[in-house]
C-alpha cells in the first residue's frame, strides 16, 4: 500500500512540475477557456509512464472539473467552438473528446462544429 501511495505522490508531484513549461506555453491562461484564475495541470489519457506536456494541459478549476467529467449546462460551454482549432495537438485532442460528448448528446452547435472540423491525420488517430 505505501508504495502505491509513494507512486502516487511522485506521480503528482512530477505532474506538478509540468505546470512552469505548461503555463509558458499557456501564457499563463486555461488553455480550454482562456481564464487566469487557479491553474492546474491535468494529464490526459493515455498517461505516459511519465508526466508529459505533450500529454498534459493547464487549465482553470473549472475547465478541470470538466475534463473529470463534470457535467456543466452545454449553452455555457460554446467556448469550445474556438478552442476546438487549438494549433497545441493536446489540447485539441482534448477539445474534441468534449465536444464529441455533447455532440452525442444531441447538443445542436457540437454537431455542427465537428461538422465544419478538420482534424490532422495524427490528432485524429489520438483523439
Ligand atoms: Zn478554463
Given at each position: 500500500m505505501a508504495r502505491g501511495r509513494d507512486a502516487h505522490q511522485a506521480r503528482v508531484a512530477a505532474t506538478a512540475a509540468l505546470g512552469r513549461t505548461l503555463s509558458r506555453r499557456a501564457r499563463n491562461r486555461c488553455?480550454?477557456?482562456?481564464?487566469?484564475?487557479s491553474l492546474a495541470v491535468v494529464e490526459i489519457a493515455p498517461l505516459p509512464e511519465e508526466p508529459d506536456p505533450e500529454q498534459a494541459v493547464i487549465v482553470c478549476s473549472r475547465c478541470a472539473a470538466l475534463l473529470s467529467g463534470r457535467r456543466e449546462e452545454?449553452?455555457?460551454?460554446?467556448f469550445l467552438e474556438e478552442t476546438?482549432?487549438?494549433?497545441i495537438a493536446i489540447v485539441q485532442i482534448a477539445v474534441v473528446r468534449l465536444v464529441r460528448g455533447l455532440a452525442a448528446e444531441r447538443i445542436d452547435w457540437a454537431e455542427r462544429v465537428l461538422e465544419g472540423l478538420y482534424l490532422d491525420p495524427e490528432v485524429e488517430e489520438r483523439v
Amino acid at each position: 500500500m505505501a508504495r502505491g501511495r509513494d507512486a502516487h505522490q511522485a506521480r503528482v508531484a512530477a505532474t506538478a512540475a509540468l505546470g512552469r513549461t505548461l503555463s509558458r506555453r499557456a501564457r499563463n491562461r486555461c488553455e480550454l477557456c482562456n481564464s487566469k484564475t487557479s491553474l492546474a495541470v491535468v494529464e490526459i489519457a493515455p498517461l505516459p509512464e511519465e508526466p508529459d506536456p505533450e500529454q498534459a494541459v493547464i487549465v482553470c478549476s473549472r475547465c478541470a472539473a470538466l475534463l473529470s467529467g463534470r457535467r456543466e449546462e452545454p449553452a455555457t460551454l460554446r467556448f469550445l467552438e474556438e478552442t476546438i482549432w487549438a494549433e497545441i495537438a493536446i489540447v485539441q485532442i482534448a477539445v474534441v473528446r468534449l465536444v464529441r460528448g455533447l455532440a452525442a448528446e444531441r447538443i445542436d452547435w457540437a454537431e455542427r462544429v465537428l461538422e465544419g472540423l478538420y482534424l490532422d491525420p495524427e490528432v485524429e488517430e489520438r483523439v
